[in-house]
């Protein structure tokens, strides 16, 4: 697959990943606070063409999970040393 199908198949998913959110928010249960929490569940599998900067090699990769309302890092994985592909 080439990098531009996996480009729009991105672009897939995070259209359909706000329109469920807008329909989630439209059609919020009675009774639920605005501010609930919820629990997810993210399963951080693996990294694809991470490269150091200018030399062409695999960098140390890493994913930092943050919360976007309040600015918390929720959590970060290990570091995949010198892997263009990390997988965790």
Aim: hydrophobic content about 40%.
């Amino acid at each position: 697959m080439g990098a531009a199908q996996i480009c729009l198949d991105d672009l897939v998913f995070a259209l359909e990943a706000e329109d469920t959110a807008r329909i989630v928010k439209q059609n919020k249960p009675p009774g639920v606070p605005e501010r609930a929490r919820h629990v997810f569940s993210v399963t951080i599998m693996r990294g694809e063409g991470i490269l150091t900067k200018g030399l062409g090699k695999g960098a140390d990769g890493f994913v930092v999970v943050t919360d976007t309302q309040t600015g918390v890092r929720l959590i970060k994985t290990r570091t995949v040393l010198g892997q263009e592909d990390p997988r965790w």
